[in-house]
Every structure is written in C-alpha cells, then in structure tokens.
C-alpha cells in the first residue's frame, strides 16, 4: 500500500513583512469529510504496514495488561470519618469509588462505579469528585468526548439517586461552600478554552439562575476555584505563566463578596493555603526558587507578608503542607526531591531518607491536620510506585502499599544511574536510566529510548512503569533527560529553556543523545527518541537539527505548528502560554520561533523513522498540527524510512479512556521500535 498524499492547496501567511506558504492550512477543519478521509487513509496505512505485527501487539499488549492487579485498589486515607479509596475489579476499565464508615473494617460503600456511568461510550472520564461537608451529597465531573469539557453531575449519597441538577459545558474544576448546598465552579471560552469564569450554583435550581462571580478578563490568564486544606475558605486563583492573584471568601458565607488577597503584579507568582490566622503563602517574591512566608487574614498584602522559609539560591521550594505540629516541605536539591520535616515548637527538622540514587518522592493526600502522620508516595526507576505513612515523631516509616507486579518482579534484575551530559555552553545535564543486568553491554549496541519533555516548568522526574519492562526485557535502555525548559534543578532551569532560551532545550537533548554514545550505552543506529505534546516539539525541532543522530522517533500529540498557532488568538490555550514561547507578534519572537518551529523547517533530506500519533478532539495540541507535519514530511523527504501518522479518532490529549485501552497505544509505539531493532 502506498503512503496517502495530501492535497496542496497554497494558503499565504504573512506577518512582520515576511510571507510564508501553508499547502496544508484546509487541514484546519474538522468538519471537512476530506480531512477525515486522510487520516482514515494514514490509520490504514500504519495498519496495513505494520499488520504482520498484529499478533505481536496483542502478545504485547496482554503482556503488559498481565503486570497489572486487576482487582487493585488505592490506600484509603482517612477524612470527615470515613475512609475513602478508589478500586478496580477484574474486568473492568475504569475505577469504583468507594468508603468506609470509622474503621477499615466496616461495610464498603460503593457511592460511583465508573463502569456503569461509561457502558455503550467510546471515551469516557470522570475528572473528580467532591462531596459536601455533611457527606450527603456527591459531585462528579464526566467527560464523554476527550476534549476536556466536562458536565458536573450530583448524587444523593444516602439514596443513591442521581439529582435532577446538570451543569454542561465547563472544565470540571469546583468546590463546595459549607453550606452542603453551593458549588462554586470554572467554565471555559467555547472556543478557546481559557477558563475565565467562576460560577456558584445552588442545589435544586437551574443553571440558569448560577451567578457569575468572577471573569478574568486578561486573556493571558486562566481562573480556578478551590478550598484550604481546613476548609474554611474559597479560593479563585488567577494566573498567567508569570503571574497570579487570589481572592478568598469564608466557605460558611457562600452569598459573600470575595477579598483580595494581593493584587497582581508582573512577574509575582503566588500559592496560599490557610492555618490558624495566618495565610500560608509560596511565593517568588524576591525568591527565584520561591520561598514560604504567612500573611495574617485580616490584612494579607504583600506588605505584611513575613518570612517563614527564606529563599535559598540551591534549593527549589516545591510544595508545602500544614498539620498541627509540623509544617513539611517538599524541595528539591540538584535535580532530587526531598521531604524536609520542620515542627512548630522550634526544634530541629529533618529529612526522609531515600535509597535509590534516582528517584521521585512526594507529599501525598494528608486531609486531617491534627495527626503526626504524613503520608507520602515514592518510586525510582527500579522500585515500584509505593505508598508510606510516616511518624513524624518516632520516625517511623510504614509501607502501606506497593504496587504489585503480577508474575513477579525482582528489581535486583535491574539497574538505575544518573549521569551528566556536558552542554556546549558548559552546563551539565543530569540523565536518569535503568536497563536489565543481564542484556546490557557496554559496547554502544543496546538499543535505548530516549525520553524528555522540557517545557513549563515540569520536572520529568525517575518514575517506575511495569510497562516499560517489556523494553527493558528486549535489551532496551531507557533514559531520561533532564533538559532545561523543566524546573529539574531550579527555576533558572525553566527560565534558562523558554522564551528567547527556548533552543537550549533542544541543544540539552542533543547533547544528552551523543553523551549516551560516547559512553557507549548505544549508537545512532541504535538510538530512539520519544516526546509528547511539547515534547513533540522537542522531537520536531531535534530531527530537523539533527537528523542523523537517531533511527528512530516517537512524537506524541506533538506540538510543532508553533508560528501559525501561537499567532491565533482563537485556538485553546494560545493566549495563555505567550509567556512560555513569546508572542509572534512582535518581531523578535516571530523570528526566533520561526528558527524551530518544527513544521516550518522541514526541509528536503532524510528524516529518521518516525510514528506520530494524535487525538481528533485534542483540547491541547489542535489534531491538525501532526495532521500537516506528517503531509509535509511525506511531501519534502528524501528517504525511504518509516512514517506513520496514528489518529485517535475518538480520544483527546490523553489518549484513550479506561484502565487498559491506552496500553494498546503503548503496544503500538513499543512495536515500532522493536520492529526497527529487528525484535519481532
């Protein structure tokens, strides 16, 4: 079967002066049934191609499907005198949420089973559930579609009946006032999904009589609601990539007028929580890597905010939680996280020890504030996602749970390291990889999988997958790199991989991929890259600087039509990220974009092997940017390799809904690289 061809239909762009021609600009609208005809004819192309792997999918798919428990459940933790935990049953795709009343052993109560809400539907996703005080009723967000809209649904947790109430068409954020019968919640632009609006709405009435409490009004800015940990307050938070601003309101007095907490200013980026009478405040209030300081309620300007946490050049303030006793803090030093336990009375903090040299630990779900137990969560590459509660006093450490890997897993099998990569401009890049003992060899001929994002400030922390052993069973190394753009090692490591850095991004990863082959973890006919979202652009912008350093490319949901996307102020999310990429309406930024903007810099060579994948209702990176990259690439490139285009015709950014579905996603890319290595 031959690869599809697009049709060329010219479209001219000109901005600042400077003309550019889109041949595949109609790919725009969804509507058009040529536009579903083409990506019917690259699903059947990638399925014809690649249809004696079929039967190797599925033995790929169960194989990963048989790590997995599937009568699982979460460790429940403890609030308003109930345990509450989420669980699955054999067979099912999707989650029962369920309680117990005082003690662990009593009756479970099953108050939403996913199954049942999703029978007969294609996508479906609860995004969250939420009960009121007095835990008689229940609200949840579904999204049927993938695009992220979601319809928030109530339910009489005593009788079970799902109420008459409906609220369509909103981004599934919300929060209850103490009077058992307000919600307040975000709705986004229909057409560009920022969410700018705050709503309450009352039980028993119609969406028609919810007030509008807020509108955020700068386009830059999108607006959530939520509580305190004590519960005591609602919260709007505005924010733009570089800025924020609170309003707060008592929960018990839903009908109130919302204060200030700080106005916003350019560059003051802020997160309050409430103990006692103070506000809680992690800000960068003359703090790069953020510090902690408290406001008191009755006046929480900047003025009066006091320092608890100074800032510290080396050390990243990351979150915080508040009980009784103690105030802890997760940090993070040279690109590893770290639980610092501080109590109240003055005496000395410390930290949780951890073993792995590379790993990823966390504060987890600590409801209740009067407890000197903190439960945390835990995994590296090598250790399996893990549950503990730990006495902040004793000092002990509880294993609740980890998770178990049907068939067995001996992680002494196993390896991780944390290496550095030497950037041309003399920065050191740490790397994180495992493999399997027993099928590597230092000889540069092990297959490897490179990953990284480098955007926004994520960390891409070491995580474990039991997935990923089927990768690491076949000889694969499996790398991640730490490449500026995160916030890896502080906020100078975001700052210094956006905007005008943006390519420092790409150059880390680069540089990250030949140090991999000088210490012969593997060769470029060896190598694999894998991004999604913008990661994708990273994946873009890397083939076409450096085509010949891989065999092999996965580009999830990508990214990649960034001038043309960044210069519509209709399409979702646009205006919100100008303060991560630029604003192409100014010159200087057109110019710099446009120099990586992967769509834009195809050109006529030889690309590596590539599968790109995407959703038709992508909320995030609109279907048609890896729609024209992939017509592109097949118009202008000069090699016979692999291109695969995969569209998710029923799913979103996510992928597909259900416990199991996204693994045959994953058989997919897993089978591409094995059949490039040569392994099926």
Known sequence: MQAPKAKKIPHLLETHGHQRTDNYYWMRDRENPEVIAYLTAENEYLKTSLKSTEDFQEKLFQEMKGRIKEDDESVPYLKSGYYWYAKYETGGEYPLYCRKKGSLDAPEEV??????????????????????????????????????????????????????????????????????????????????????????????????????????KDEEFSCMVHKTKSEKFILIHSESTISSEMRFLDASNPTGEFTLLQARIPHLEYAADHYGEHFWIKTNLNAQNFKLVKAPISSPQLANWEDVIPHRESVL??????????????????????????????????????????????????????????RFGYNSLVTPASTFDYHMVTKEKTLLKQQEIIGGYDASQYTSARIWAKASDGVMVPISLVYKIDTFTPDGSNPLLLYAYGSYGYSMDAYFSSSRLSLLDRGFVFAIAH???????????????????????????????????????????????????????????????????????IAAVPFVDVVTTMLDESIPLTTGEFQEWGNPKNKEFYEYMLSYSPYDNVEAKDYPNLLITSGLHDSQVQYWEPTKWAAKLRELKTDSKLLFLHTNMDAGHGGASGRFNSLREMALEYTFLFYLEKLI
């Open 111 to 216: 108050f939403l089973n996913v199954n049942q809400l999703a029978e007969g539907k294609s996508y479906y996703q609860v995004g969250g559930t939420a009960a009121t005080s007095d835990l008689k009723t229940l609200a949840f967000a579904a999204d049927e579609v993938g695009r992220r809209i979601y319809t928030i649904y109530f339910k009489n947790l005593e009788t079970g009946e799902i109420l008459a109430d409906q609220i369509p068409a909103i981004t599934g954020n919300y929060a209850w006032a103490e009077d058992n019968q307000t919600l307040f919640y975000s709705k986004q632009d229909p057409d560009t999904l920022r969410s700018y609006q705050i709503y309450s709405h009352k039980l028993g009435t119609s969406t028609a009589e919810d007030l509008l409490i807020y509108t955020e």
């Open 317 to 374: 303030l990351e979150d915080f939680d508040i009980f009784s006793d103690f105030l802890v803090v997760q940090e993070r030093t040279k690109g590893l996280c770290k639980i610092n336990i501080k109590p109240w009375d003055g005496t000395a903090s410390h930290f949780l020890e951890f073993d792995d040299e590379t790993y990823t630990a966390w504060i987890s779900t600590n409801p209740e504030f009067d407890t000197p137990i903190l």
């Open 483 to 553: 490449i500026r753009g995160g916030e890896d090692l502080g906020r100078a490591w975001y700052e210094d991989g956006k905007m005008l850095k943006k390519r420092n991004t790409f150059t880390d990863f680069i540089t990250c991929a030949e140090h991999l082959i000088e210490e012969k973890y593997s060769s470029s006919e060896h190598l694999y890259a894998m991004g999604g979202s913008a990661g994708g652009l990273l994946m873009g912008s890397v083939m076409n600087l450096r085509p010949d350093l891989f065999n092999g490319l």
